[in-house]
């Protein structure tokens, strides 16, 4: 009999979906469990759930039963295939949707024939890697122009419940300028999971895209899979194909709450607020398949990280920012354009764009953060200056024109339409940019200081 053919009763426990094995009874039969394998639990002569080997102590093994364990019974038996977890990977896959056990879920045809890549790989070489320097536009000015997105960056989207952030990740997959979108949904509400959907078919992009999805409503150890096939597929088709790929992810706070139930239940002593001790590992693993690979194509990670009660101190967006380079802060429903950052940005920024991104970039947060600054010197009746007035006009049509998220504007677009808010807000003598800059992209036909006295003429 082979390895996969072999069955054998042998269940210790049952606890949460952790079903623990005695592993010498499987050893008695010529069978060594390896970390990671996938094994078959079958009930009553009937397969019962896919399962995969969790952990290893001498012998006894946890297995993570995909399914969940609820009828299971102790006398059922186990199966161990002799493979690892596996994501399908043909052009067969563009425009499909797939669980969290890699099989497809949206009745399309069959593709058990399909070749299949093994997932939770290593990560790229350092050798063979390259420096992150090619732009991904998003038509987003609140990223293109003070925040670039870079090939090969991993990053996230800091955000709490109830902020638009599904909303933000389904546009940047719209408008990004990625040769491939691999979404991964993690413990999704099939409203959001629907509008994700929707959103690439209204936009036309699901003949280049691939959704990897856990409901909320799925089993917990499907959504700990989930990055890992986005992921694999990914990096496989950078490798291969020489894709410029962008992974999307939502949300990497359930991957991280799936993993805390699992080690819970495996008796794990728990951490932080109850995270298991290599969160950070966890975590790193994923995002670490970030890479501009030598010679082909690149990977692309961004994943919005939810911050249970805004904290941003919290185990998972804390161990996140120590590994990812910068963030998106998403709150009130706009882009902070203080609390984001992206670490790459100086890469591109004055190399693959314009020569005035970086002063106008600067200079346009400059006088934002002094319109915030006058803006509470209002709220607090203090006098104001005419300047301040200026600046109070500027800090709303900055909002109104920029960090809005319906807003979209090609890159050049929104550099020029900066330009023309500073004409209209201020006079050229007045903006603190080099005189080359202005001279060359000044809107000589804005009338500076008509706009600008008609509004310190209304009343406060």
Not at 40 to 62: H, N
Not at 199 to 206: H, P, V, Y
């Amino acid at each position: 009999m082979t390895r996969a053919s072999t069955s054998f009763r042998g269940i210790l426990s049952i606890v949460g979906d952790i079903v623990e094995v005695d592993a010498s009874i499987a050893r008695r039969l010529g069978i060594v469990p390896r970390n990671q394998e996938l094994a078959m639990v079958e009930q009553d002569g009937r397969p019962f759930s896919l399962a995969q080997v969790a952990r290893i102590d001498r012998e006894r093994v946890s297995l993570k039963v995909f399914t969940g364990t609820q009828g299971l019974s102790n006398r059922a038996q186990v199966r161990f295939l002799g493979e690892m977890m596996q994501a399908i990977y043909s052009t067969n896959i563009f425009g499909r949707v797939f669980n969290g056990s890699g099989q497809a879920m949206d009745f399309g045809p069959a593709l058990e024939e399909d070749p299949r890549v093994e997932i939770s790989g290593p990560t790229v070489n350092p050798m063979a890697r390259i420096l992150a320097s090619r732009m991904i536009r998003t038509d987003i000015p609140m990223i293109d122009v003070f925040n670039c997105l870079v090939e090969s960056q991993k990053i996230p989207i800091f955000s709490v419940a109830g902020e638009p952030h599904n909303a933000l990740l389904s546009r940047i997959a719209v408008q990004a300028d990625a040769d491939v979108v691999v979404f991964g949904g993690i413990g999704l509400i099939y409203d959001d999971f629907h509008t994700f959907r929707k959103a690439f078919e209204d936009a036309g992009i699901l003949s280049r895209s691939v959704m990897f999805a856990n409901l909320a409503s799925d089993p917990v150890v499907e959504r700990t899979m989930i990055p890992d096939l986005a992921l694999a597929v990914a990096e496989r088709l950078a490798v291969e194909e020489g894709k410029r790929v962008l992974v999307l992810l939502s949300d990497m706070t359930a991957f991280a709450d799936a993993l805390k139930e699992l080690g819970i239940a495996m008796e794990h002593i728990p951490s932080n607020r109850g995270y298991m001790g290599d969160l950070y590992s966890q975590l790193a693993r994923r995002y670490e398949k970030a890479c501009d690979f030598k010679g082909a194509g690149s990977v692309t990670i961004l994943a919005v990280t939810t911050m249970p009660g805004g904290d941003v101190t919290h185990p998972v967006p804390d161990n996140t920012g120590y590994i990812t380079e910068g963030q998106f802060y998403l709150h009130d429903g706009v882009l902070d354009p203080f609390g984001s950052l992206s670490r790459l940005k100086q890469h591109v920024i004055g190399k693959q764009t314009r020569e005035d991104h970086g002063q106008i970039m600067n200079t346009m947060i400059r006088y934002y953060a002094e319109g915030i600054e006058a803006e509470q010197k209002q709220a607090m009746a203090f006098e104001l200056s005419p300047f301040d007035h200026k600046l109070l006009r500027f800090a709303r049509r900055f909002r109104e024109r920029f960090m809005d998220l319906n807003v979209r504007m090609p890159l050049e677009a929104a550099l020029d339409a900066c330009w023309a808010l500073l004409a209209e807000c201020f006079s050229r003598d007045e903006i603190v940019i080099k005189q080359s800059m202005k001279e060359t992209y000044w809107p000589d036909h804005v009338d500076t200081n008509a706009d600008a006295e008609q509004e310190l003429a209304k009343p406060s």
